[in-house]
């Protein structure tokens, strides 16, 4: 198994930008797809963002497309969300996931995340 740090989480104003970083231990990081999902007080943990192994293709979800960015850097066994142009609606509690099988489609539910990590709350103040 795998496990997962996020980082890089904070109080922001409305249109500004804050950039995620998840950290990965062990050497199967490069095997794994990988997720961002977000979780307000109250709600189911919604999709944000995923990324095959390689990097090579993207999803995202709507309410955040255009706006957000995954990218990862396998040698450095990281995950990163890029998030501009932030809402207060974005506020929640981000969390990294693994996904440990090696075919597509992309996982935009929980479900198809076998690993997480503890979260990094991000909220935006209007």
């Known amino acids: 198994q795998v496990q997962l740090v996020e980082s890089g989480g904070g109080l922001v104003q409305a249109g500004g930008s804050l950039s995620l970083s998840c950290a990965a231990s062990?050497?199967?990081?490069?095997?794994?797809?990988m997720g961002w999902f977000r979780q307000a007080p109250g709600k189911e943990r919604e999709f944000v963002a995923a990324?095959?192994?390689?990097?090579?293709?993207?999803r995202y979800a709507d309410s955040v497309k255009g706006r957000f960015t995954i990218s990862r850097d396998n040698a450095k066994n990281t995950l990163y969300l890029q998030m501009n142009s932030l809402k207060p609606e974005d506020t929640a509690v981000y969390y990294c996931?693994?996904?440990?099988?090696?075919?597509?489609?992309?996982?935009?539910?929980?479900?198809?995340?076998?690993?997480w990590g503890q979260g990094t709350q991000v909220t935006v103040s209007s």
């Open positions: 996931g693994a996904d440990r099988r090696q075919y597509l489609p992309l996982g935009d539910r929980p479900g198809a995340y076998d690993y």
């Open positions: 062990g050497r199967t990081f490069s095997s794994y797809a």
């Open positions: 990324i095959t192994p390689s990097g090579r293709s993207t």
